[in-house]
Antibody, heavy 118, light 111 residues
Framework: QVQLQESGPGLVQPSETLSLTCSVS????????WSWIRQPPGKGLEWLGH???????NYNSYLGGRLTISLDTSNKQFSLRLTSVTAADTAIYYC????????????WGPGILVTVSS | QSALTQPASVSGSPGQSITISCTGT?????????VSWHQQRPGKAPELIIF???DRPSGVSTRFSGSKSGNTASLSISGLQAEDEADYYC???????????FGTGTKVTVL
């Protein structure tokens, strides 16, 4: 059973860059899409983007080009980098494994709360 | 941001059956059999309970079942139990940007 774990700072200053890492264990890194999803406090889920194990990525254009997702296959990690953050980016951020052939998320990390505030 | 439409809340008594709807368009639910459902208990991450409209992952109770008609998908829970109290989210692949949408979420309350 694959396991995912998010890590990173819980507090980010407005206009700064939010960086998170997801570590993948007990499962293959190959042939899957690795995704980031967020959930503002008390609200619903929002797909942010994903990266295929080959390195190809796709992002939610709602983020206006502020998002980059990258892979570190040697360490079985993938990362999120969101620039120019505002209070609207305050959310629980989840990393998840996405099955691209059947289009569903089959495993999620526990999530990490990131607050954007000065 | 676009989202699939779900009722905000559904409730039922223990042992009863409930159904949660998820309404989309011809660009998502109506055109693809890539509907999934997740259960999210308070303070926890979502967990997959249905994929491919009606398939259950190993270990998920048979009390959960999924279906689709036109642009609307549905999740049914039979024999409602206290442990089913949670938020439920549908999701679907879609044509357009973003390529993947979640529903607005439904809070299930067991009376």
């Amino acid at each position: 059973q694959v396991q995912l774990q998010e890590s990173g700072p819980g507090l980010v200053q407005p206009s700064e860059t939010l960086s998170l890492t997801c570590s993948v264990s007990r499962g293959s890194f190959m042939s899957y899409y690795w995704s980031w999803i967020r959930q503002p406090p008390g609200k619903g889920l929002e797909w942010l983007g994903h990266v295929f194990y080959s390195g190809t990525s796709n992002y939610n254009s709602y983020l206006g080009g502020r998002l980059t997702i990258s892979l570190d296959t040697s360490n079985k990690q993938f990362s999120l980098r969101l620039t120019s953050v505002t209070a609207a980016d305050t959310a629980i951020y989840y990393c998840a494994r996405f099955r691209g052939r059947d289009y569903y998320f089959d495993s999620w990390g526990p999530g990490i709360l990131v607050t954007v505030s000065s | 941001q676009s989202a699939l439409t779900q009722p905000a809340s559904v409730s039922g008594s223990p042992g009863q059956s409930i159904t949660i709807s998820c309404t989309g368009t011809n660009n998502d639910i109506g055109n693809y059999d890539f509907v999934s459902w997740h259960q999210q208990r308070p303070g926890k991450a979502p967990e997959l309970i249905i994929f491919g409209v009606s398939d259950r992952p190993s270990g998920v109770s048979t009390r959960f079942s999924g279906s689709k008609s036109g642009n609307t998908a549905s999740l049914s829970i039979s024999g409602l139990q206290a442990e089913d109290e949670a938020d439920y989210y549908c999701s679907s692949y879609r044509t357009g940007d973003p390529p993947y949408l979640f529903g607005t979420g439904t809070k299930v309350t067991v009376l």
